[in-house]
């Protein structure tokens, strides 16, 4: 999953709902997971570009 977002309403499809008990949680798809960890990675390492920074700020309000 390799794309530039503007906002994050724009992953909201990614996200799903899981009821354990009681409550209600969110997971992130299999492929915004692995994308969010990669840019993490980048992020560490000084390499993310401007449109990835803008990128895993939207990940990131979610």
């Known amino acids: 999953m390799v ?3 503007n906002k994050p309403s724009s992953l909201i499809h ?4 899981e009821k354990v ?3 209600k949680l ?3 798809s299999e492929s915004l ?7 993490l990675e980048k992020k560490k390492a000084d390499q993310l570009m401007a ?3 803008a990128e895993l ?3 990131g309000e979610l």
């Open 3 to 5: 794309s530039i977002l």
């Open 51 to 53: 449109e990835e920074v």
């Open 26 to 28: 969110f997971k992130f």
């Open 14 to 17: 990614e996200i799903c709902l």
């Open 57 to 59: 700020d939207a990940i």
């Open 33 to 39: 997971q692995q994308r969010m960890e990669q840019l």
């Open 21 to 23: 008990d009681r409550w």
